[in-house]
């Protein structure tokens, strides 16, 4: 599996903690044999953020582009937070490249506020 480009949500994306969003990466398939149906795109490591094991429902041809998109939900912790995700065998063999969803929760957003003077 070869990384293509992220279709939605670049990194560092703002969201609020809590946020559901879906992320969708285009890779391709760039090895000498199909991927089988039953094949599991599948998070590896990191911040999970409540996104669910992606099976594909058919086969992909060498050479073929597809999306895959993870449906997923913002942390609640704040900072710059990041899920590693790849595709897998039927019999959980990991293969290419470790692709990743990165957003940024909560991010300091200065609000200017007016301040009363007080004078005696």
């Known amino acids: 599996m070869r990384y293509v480009n992220d ?3 670049p990194d560092n994306t703002q969201m609020a903690p809590g946020q ?3 992320k969708t990466w285009r890779v391709r398939n760039a090895g000498s044999c ?9 998070f590896v490591g990191g911040e999970q953020m409540s996104g669910a094991t ?4 058919a086969a992909v041809p060498v050479n ?4 895959i998109s ?9 900072g710059t ?6 595709m897998q065998t039927a019999a959980g063999q990991f293969f290419g490249d470790e692709v990743f969803v990165q957003i940024v929760v909560g991010g300091a957003t200065l609000t200017p506020t007016a301040t009363k003077q007080s004078y005696p």
Do not use: C, H, Q
């Open 34 to 42: 199909a991927w089988e149906a039953g094949f599991k795109f599948t």
């Open 70 to 78: 993870v449906a997923m939900v913002a942390p609640s912790k704040a």
């Open 7 to 9: 279709v939605s949500i």
């Open 20 to 22: 559901s969003f879906t």
């Open 81 to 86: 937070l990041r899920g590693n995700w790849r």
């Open 64 to 67: 073929t582009e597809i999306d």
């Open 54 to 57: 992606y099976t594909l429902p």
